[in-house]
T-cell receptor, first 114, second 114 residues
Framework: GDSVTQMEGPVTLSEEAFLTINCTYTATGYPSLFWYVQYPGEGLQLLLK?????DKGSNKGFEATYRKETTSFHLEKGSVQVSDSAVYFCALSSSGGGADGLTFGKGTHLIIQP | DVKVTQSSRYLVKRTGEKVFLECVQDMDHENMFWYRQDPGLGLRLIYF???????EKGDIPEGYSVSREKKERFSLILESASTNQTSMYLC?????????????FGDGTRLSIL
């Protein structure tokens, strides 16, 4: 079945550092890929998405590129802020067209220190 | 903006009780989902529904049932609560079937079974 693998952390960085959170996936067909963010005490919010190979999703300074050849969707940000501290989830949705749910990675806890 | 509202942020119940978790969305979405979130396990799909009165089992349906009598409301039912059902429960909705459409999440219900 489908699966998503991401570094779990916690990942601790200083403010203004460069961020990479790795995400790789296993899926049949051509899935859509998502990054969600969960701030403390809240639900998940969509951060960005990509629906086909070589697409780049971007939002709030975060970027991720859909790499079919390496089955990866790594999240990057050039300069993180304390307010970026949260748990980040990589997820995929199969291309089957049905109403199946998302397959999530286990989440990466990011801590940004001032 | 899509609003997914879960009726309780925190809930404490006793072993053996019948527990109802309610979720309402205000955007006329066809698909709705229930996940549970546990440390080290990420999010796992319990049940989903692609339309009124429709329901499908997800990855971990045992011990749960659902009800979708109206399009905007999707209820998760714990028939006889057990301590291993202590968890964070997240509801989500999506406009319609299609892997490239993101899901929109509520803020979650943290359920404790004593």
């Amino acid at each position: 079945g489908d699966s998503v693998t991401q570094m779990e952390g916690p990942v601790t960085l200083s403010e203004e550092a460069f961020l990479t959170i790795n995400c790789t996936y296993t899926a049949t067909g051509y899935p859509s890929l998502f990054w969600y963010v969960q701030y403390p005490g809240e639900g998940l919010q969509l951060l960005l998405k990509a629906t086909k190979a070589d697409d780049k999703g971007s939002n709030k300074g975060f970027e991720a590129t859909y790499r079919k050849e390496t089955t990866s969707f790594h999240l990057e940000k050039g300069s993180v802020q304390v307010s970026d501290s949260a748990v980040y989830f990589c997820a995929l949705s199969s291309s089957g067209g049905g109403a199946d749910g998302l397959t999530f990675g286990k989440g990466t806890h990011l801590i940004i220190q001032p | 903006d899509v609003k997914v509202t879960q009726s309780s942020r925190y809930l404490v119940k006793r072993t053996g009780e019948k527990v109802f978790l309610e979720c309402v969305q205000d955007m006329d979405h066809e698909n709705m989902f229930w996940y549970r979130q546990d440390p080290g396990l990420g999010l796992r799909l319990i049940y989903f529904s692609y339309d009124v009165k429709m329901k499908e089992k997800g990855d971990i349906p045992e011990g749960y049932s659902v009800s979708r009598e109206k399009k905007e409301r999707f209820s998760l039912i714990l028939e006889s609560a057990s301590t291993n059902q202590t968890s964070m429960y997240l509801c989500a909705s999506r406009p319609q079937a299609g892997g490239n459409q993101p899901q929109h999440f509520g803020d979650g219900t943290r359920l404790s079974i004593l």
